[in-house]
């Protein structure tokens, strides 16, 4: 791109001149992207309660809803219950990923299913469209690639998470930390 200023004097009604500078190169330069906002995410049954034991037990496993504006003030929590995820690209192309590690017993620092996760499965939706799956095994998954454009969306009420049949499970509360990793890369 280039820039050239011109200045046009006016003599009155019929006589005017300009006067042209030097063409000079405009660079513009693309900044890095930034991840200004990422959702808090709490699940409960479609009823809004939290399971039980015997939820667990069943052959179906336990299905929940994500629960927006649940979360209190507590370890990881960043105080965005709205949802939002929001992502400016700086003109540069970006890749955002997401992991989630194993859920851990609170109390009692077990792994739910086993010591390297895996059993949970997320279902991600957003208000924009994206949707993505992904396991609590602590490996990282692609929720947008190749972007260039700002994203500002909110986490929808589709958005669930599954758990299947699990004989042994101890009460208490039960905790898996997303990683969000935002990469300028094509």
Do not use: C
Not at 148 to 158: A, G
């Amino acid at each position: 791109m280039y820039y050239q200023l011109v200045v046009t004097f006016n003599k009155g009604t019929s006589s005017a001149f300009s006067w042209y500078t030097n063409i000079a190169p405009l660079t513009i330069t693309a900044t890095n992207p930034e991840l200004h906002a990422v959702p808090n995410l709490q699940f409960a049954l479609s009823s809004g309660t939290n399971p039980t034991i015997a939820d667990f037990y069943k052959a179906s496993g336990v299905m929940m809803q994500y629960a927006p504006s649940k979360m209190v003030n507590s370890v990881n929590w960043d105080g965005n219950n709205a949802g939002v995820l929001a992502i400016t690209s700086g003109g540069s192309q970006w890749r955002l990923n997401v992991q989630f590690s194993p859920f851990k017993n609170m109390t009692t620092q077990r792994n739910l299913g086993g010591s390297s996760g895996g059993t949970a499965a997320f279902s991600l939706h957003f208000a924009d469209g994206t949707t993505m799956a992904a396991k609590d095994d602590s490996q990282p998954v692609t929720l947008y690639n190749g972007a260039t454009q700002n994203v500002t969306t909110t986490t929808s009420t589709d958005t669930s998470l599954k758990i299947p049949q699990t004989a042994s499970i101890q009460p208490g509360t039960y905790q898996s930390t997303a990683t969000w990793t935002l990469v300028k890369a094509p």
